[in-house]
């Protein structure tokens, strides 16, 4: 069964660096997502990308943050510079566009501490 | 956005059926029930999703009765393995749309 792989699995910075965390969606999903869970809270929605551009973004996902599908096949989200409160689990999704359900395929997230 | 309520979590013993409820009483004519499942360190997985009256699947039961103001994920007989956070949303359902978690119900199933 294909699934969504994401890298690193663990990510440690300094405030004010950037990071770039990778994931790889199934190939067939043409909507892709970045949510993210800070420790002992709930998974929290960025944005969603479809058709090579943000079709929705939350108020957390400033311009700090951005996203890019460079190849076909990787999305990546950008944090520019780093802050303590970036701390948390990042976790690309994806959905395919035959889907009558709200079912998104997530990765196993990457832990992002900043320090 | 319709908000949902469940309860912070469960105890059940392995073999047992459990049920758990959620209230979503402003929940709109377009939106959908979905039910995701997330064990620790790993990202939320898709269990369940319905409409009204009852699904089932392999995994679990939702019974959602006429008003669609709650609905009930049933797990038959869990295992240790069903230890997770189960969450309810509620919205659009297709292609696109965001996923709203809660807070989300922990359970926790003993020997």
């Known amino acids: 069964e294909p699934e969504v792989t994401q890298t690193p699995s663990h990510q440690v910075t300094q405030m004010g660096q950037e990071v770039i965390l990778r994931c790889v969606p199934i190939?067939?999903?043409?909507?892709f997502y970045w949510y993210r869970q800070i420790l002992g809270q709930k998974v929290e929605f960025l944005v969603s990308?479809?058709?090579?551009?943000?079709?929705?973004k939350s108020e957390i996902f400033d311009d700090q943050f951005s996203v890019e599908r460079p190849d076909g096949s990787n999305f990546t989200l950008k944090i520019r510079s780093t802050k303590l409160e970036d701390s948390a689990m990042y976790f690309c999704?994806?959905?395919?566009?035959?889907?009558?359900?709200?079912?998104?395929?997530f990765g196993p997230g990457t832990r992002l501490t900043v320090l | 956005l319709a908000k949902t309520t469940q309860p912070i979590s469960m105890d059940s013993y392995e073999g047992q059926e459990v049920n758990i409820t959620c209230s979503h009483n402003?929940?709109?004519?377009?939106?959908?029930i979905t039910w995701y499942q997330q064990f620790p360190s790993q990202g939320p997985r898709f269990i369940i999703q319905?409409?009204?009256t009852k699904v089932t699947n392999e995994v679990a039961s939702l019974f959602i009765p006429a008003d669609r103001k709650s609905s009930t994920l049933s797990l038959p007989r869990v295992s240790l393995s069903d230890t997770a956070v189960y969450y309810c949303?509620?919205?659009?359902?297709?292609?696109?749309?965001?996923?709203?978690f809660g807070t989300g119900t922990q359970l926790k199933v003993e020997l």
């Open positions: 402003n929940i709109a004519t377009n939106d959908y």
């Open positions: 999704a994806g959905e395919a566009p035959t889907s009558s359900y709200n079912e998104q395929f």
């Open positions: 190939s067939n999903h043409l909507y």
């Open positions: 990308f479809y058709n090579n551009e943000i079709s929705e």
């Open positions: 949303l509620v919205g659009l359902t297709g292609g696109g749309n965001k996923l709203t």
């Open positions: 319905g409409y009204k």
